[in-house]
């Protein structure tokens, strides 16, 4: 979200080009490593453009900033003007995003228990009951975020099968605006950007709910009401919980200090001339094998050349499994109470108002109320009828 | 020391030598093939190596495709692989997707990789929210924030901007990042198929701003797509203006829909879930943003209980590609001459040497690196290598590979121990964490939690049947 007027605008006559140059020169005396001395803020090699090259890549010389040409010494004045202004209204369409200051938040409320009634219509199908996640989508809560938050010191360094660290949005993220423009505008999954502002402040007030976290102090119960002004004294447990330090006007350089030291990060650089080690560098006796490991690959493993099996193989077609369709596909939903269920005749009959042609059709296409195109399966149309059929009991 | 001299013994011996490929019957080869120089000679095997039982009927018979018409040019308008090739394709698991595979990855098979490009259906594919397919005439870009005119372009007006062509990988920051623990595949497609690399053009970010005004109080850039996630990601400004690209072409054609057609983000060498895809909106700003993917996930927590935000390049990392658990040696007996093929990449700079071992990591050759040699970018290397007697080294253990790459940056690749418990493990220091958990100093290595940026060197165990198998190798 633009916010010009709320920075301190900082008086200078450096283009950002040249902070660049000289902060990667000042770099270079600091830096005690191998080959290349120009660092970049992640600690890699910086190739600037010099004498037409960046690197092994030759560049038009009359495009970049070192040359005589873009300078305007040969007539060619920098300026392509493409594009066009952006309109207001076309700001306020498209730059939605909120940040942890409460830039783009906007005004509203919404209360736990409505948010737990759109997360059971809305989101319990991939999340699970009160957040406990399932089928692959992430789980929102494990219990009291404070307490879940000790968890994060957790390793199995030697053990295996020891609990490790719960990342949730109680025990892990660091600000609470990530919540409410993510799901503003990437949920629900199958149909996202289709919530009002109140319905995600009753979402994130039922997130805080079944995370046990506090707003200013008080415990978020049952009856709580959030609004905007709450909504900036949520309390999130681990907000120090991140390295380096990115906020605020020394943020850039926490960054390039703490990338500048391989440590860090699990890195090893060797000294300046160093050789790596040749011989006897580590003992190997401990091997560890893959011992069953993760083996269901879809496709399977193959390195085989042969012919495909053909689409119109007859076999393909008499061994096609609609119920295993059904589980792997559709289940998630409608087995979720999301849906009516396979064989579920009296929770069907309303589908079956306009006709089996137009329920087939919806399924195929889609619909406005969340079932997505052939339930987002992969089938074809003989294969996805032969679900539907399944599904009808017929 | 005895074992060590054997081993190096034993890999100088294993190096080619054209005498002995050229084999012992020098004399009755040239007798039969005459006016055939040395040097031609040198370089094919002796006939008697060669000696057929009897005739190949592949040989002997026409084939159907040559004695009957191919198709016409106008089949298969877009060209198509080989039908044999179905098996080259790629593949997920349930373990990284979501139920109905739209938060998911399906991973590149690099098993059966050829040099250092990708093909396009190939490319490892990645998706929050399933993969977009957008109509190019309906496609906006904004720009916006801390610059001088905010704008909006076209995808025909982004194309007018002068445009630059560069080779480099992209790679998930969560490569082998279920393998922190033990090895969890044996597979190289899922063990280190969580990257592609492919030819790219498109415009340095930095030749736009140089239009807009790029305003001096900008330190951050947000990148947004228009995909049903709208993954975003914060970006140093000083990398927008360093080598930030935004793409539309890749190897020749238009970006795949994969690859977040018709335009992503490209930062070389730095996660590929910064490269946002289907790219909808740039927005510069003094602060980040804290958007999904920068704190809930991509964030790599240590040992100490504090997390990694803001993880940026891929560190320096290779493999071998050939043998591998998919290639195995199984048809390979002892004397065969075989080439040890594989890929080195650093999202810090350019490969500078890769080193190969035989044991699994305690002793290493200098492996020799081959094609083009470029910055951010898959790099081949090669080591030609005689099969030994039950794929057995010398100390009559199983040959175990493990490859370490070297970068620009003067980075190494770490061992597994060194990535988890700090440059300076040892066996003493692990020994006493085994007995008392609590002797571990929290304050060195990653740990085993952080899921991304793992980078340590990898090993492929030759079974005495010339099968390959993953393994990692511990120091106790």
Known sequence: ?394 | MEKIKKILKRNSDSVVKNDEIAGLDRRGFFRKTGAMSAIAAASVMAPSALRATEDDPNIMHHPDWGQSWGDPVTKNRYGMPSKYEHNNTRRTTKLLASGNYRAAIAVTPIHESEGIITPNGLFFSRSHGGTAHIDPNKWRLMINGLVEKPIVLTLEELKRYPRITRTHFIECPANGGQEWRRPQYNSLQFAKGFMSCAEWTGVYIKTILKDLGLKPNAKWMLAEGSDNSEMGRSVPVEKVLDDAMLVWGQNGEALRPEQGYPVRLLLPGWEGNLCVKWLKRLEFAEEPWYAKEETSKYTALKPTGKAIQHFYANEVNSTVVTPSPEKPWTNLKEGDMVEIEGLAWSGMGTITRVDLSFDGGNNYVKANLKGLILPKCWTRWSYMYKIPKGFKNPDGKQIILTSRAMDDAGFIQPTVDQEIFGKDVSAEYLKAALEDNSKIDKNKGMGVESVYHRNAIESWEVAENGEVNHVQIRTI
């Open chain 1, 1 to 394: 979200m633009f916010k010009s007027e709320l920075y301190k605008i900082i008086a200078t006559s450096l283009v950002a080009t040249v902070v660049l140059a000289s902060s990667a020169q000042a770099e270079e005396s600091a830096y005690n490593g191998l080959w290349n001395a120009k660092k970049d803020i992640s600690g890699g090699v910086y190739y600037p453009i010099k004498d037409g090259k960046t690197g092994p890549y030759y560049v038009n010389p009359q495009v970049y900033e070192d040359s005589d040409i873009a300078k305007g010494k040969d007539g060619l004045k920098v300026g392509y003007n493409f594009g066009r202004l952006a309109t207001q209204n076309e700001l306020l369409a498209w730059d939605k995003d909120i940040m942890p200051d409460g830039t783009g938040l906007p005004e509203g409320y919404g209360y736990v228990d409505e948010g737990e009634a759109l997360y059971e219509a809305k989101c319990i199908a991939c999340h699970g009951d009160f957040g406990s996640g399932g089928g692959g989508y992430p789980a929102l809560a494990a219990g009291k975020g404070k307490e879940m938050k000790r968890t994060l010191t957790n390793n199995r360094w030697l053990n295996p099968t020891a609990e490790g660290p719960v990342r949730m949005f109680g025990s892990y993220w660091p600000v609470a605006s990530t919540m409410f423009w993510y799901i503003r505008d990437a949920m629900p999954h199958q149909k996202s950007k289709t919530l009002t502002d109140n319905e995600t402040y009753s979402l994130v007030a039922y997130m805080l709910y079944i995370n046990d976290m506090k707003v200013h102090g008080e415990i978020v119960n049952e009856t709580f009401k959030l609004d905007r002004e709450k909504f900036m004294k949520i309390e999130m447990p681990n907000r120090n919980g991140f390295i380096p330090d990115i906020d605020g006007p020394n943020g850039i350089e926490n960054v390039r200090e703490f990338f500048a030291k391989a440590e860090n990060y699990g890195g090893i650089r060797l000294a300046k001339g160093e050789e790596p080690c040749m011989e006897n560098c580590q003992s190997t006796d401990n091997i560890l094998r893959v011992d069953g490991g993760i083996t269901e690959f879809e496709p399977p493993m193959s390195v085989v050349r042969d012919l495909p099996p053909q689409e119109s193989d007859p076999a393909r077609i008499v061994t096609f499994n609609p119920q295993a369709a059904y589980a792997n596909d559709c289940a998630m939903c409608h087995d979720n109470g999301v849906a009516p269920k396979a064989g579920d005749t009296a929770g069907w009959a309303p589908f079956l108002e306009k006709g089996y042609p137009q329920l087939l059709k919806n399924a195929i296409e889609g619909t406005n109320n969340g079932m997505p195109a052939k339930g987002g399966s992969s089938l074809n149309d003989e294969e996805f009828e032969q679900v539907i059929k399944y599904i009808l009991g017929q």
